[in-house]
């Protein structure tokens, strides 16, 4: 036999030995069929793991504790992290993920640029203290991740306006967390305003559960706890440094920093001016904020239409009610998801569904919806600069008591340099958007 025939030979018997030994050695597992579970599959009504959206959570107290619950419902969101400064909180998240999942997959942060650095994380859920939301909500987008902030979403004017302009720039999906926005109720009456039924607006009505201007305060200093269980620098972020005082650290502080931020103008007005803006077409914010009188603070649009805050005079419909007025019609709400309306034609036949409540679970889904589809959310970032700055420049009007005339196209009051200075605020290092 010839030197090639014989290498030849040699090769053949080294293959056949190769595939019986690998067979001998699988056995079982190459004859059987591959079992694959419904759930990777999308059967038995799981979502695939490719249409699912991965989440994590940033600042997750009360509030963001519901919000979550809302997300979780939703069969296409995989939560799978969660930063918060303090350890307890952390703790119970994670729990609360893991026990939904039978895993101990979610991972804790105390930093959230740890959290953001992950690249299987879609989107994240803002739910921090107001000092942080726009600082986190800007650092998330830079990073590539879609958002839904709490609100209020922004601590000045300034703010709102680089929010946008981020969010613009950038291309994420923001969903400010002004769930009313997504209740049928709601959305039926700011309907009615913004499509002409009650004819030419003439007024519309915000409750701003308060009329009066705030900041957190400083408070007497307290030994402070290690940064494992409440990291207080981290805490305060972009707000001026104060001593460590557990009482700033829980309850719903409206700003962790120096300068005008909080108040009832600010907390409702996100929701209440918010739906106000969108009865008049998310238009532009007003042009002219009078000082308090009688209750009410008077602003006006550029077209004449008033925006009023007011406290008393409420037909009782719950929490958050607004009010329409138009020449020939007007109609209120509230959250008890009821309708009062001038006349009942303007329901022309249509039954209007009553959810009562103010439930987020409608507006996380159409989030969640415009995440897939790259679209536009209820409470877009537009949306919700207009909103935050018509209640910004109503509440510097209530603190210097008296009128104030803001130029919407170059975002500055007219010839008042008081007012303007009070537009924005130094954030602290390394915070600086």
Sequence with gaps: MSKKALSKKKTELHRRRFLKSSLSATGAAVMAPMVIPGSALGLDGAVAPSERIVVGGIGI??????DLGCFLKQPDVQFVAVCDVKKSRRVAVKKIADDKYGNQNCEMYRDFRELLDRSDIDAVLIATGPNWHATAAMTAAKAGKDMYCEKPVTKNISQSLILA???????RIFQAGTQRRNLPHFAFACELARTGKLGPLQKVFAHPAGMQAMMSGWLPGEPEP??????WDMYLGPAAWRPFNA?????FNFEKGGGLVGGGVLEWGSHCVDLCQWAVGDCPPPVEYNAPKDGQLVARYENGTELIFRETGWIPLGSCPVRF??????VEAGDSGKLVLSSPALLAGRTVAEIGGY????HVRDFLDCVKTRGVPKGNAEAACNAHIACHAANIALSLGR????????HEFINDEQANRLRSEALREPWRI
Excluded: I, S
């Design 61 to 66: 107290g009360n509030r963001g504790t519901y």
């Design 165 to 171: 302009e981020t969010m613009r720039r950038t291309g």
């Design 226 to 231: 290690n940064k494992e269980v409440v990291d």
């Design 247 to 251: 009482k700033l650290l829980d309850g």
């Design 325 to 330: 007025e138009g020449e020939t019609g007007w």
């Design 359 to 362: 439930p987020a679970t409608f």
């Design 403 to 410: 009128q104030v005339n803001y130029d919407c196209e170059k």
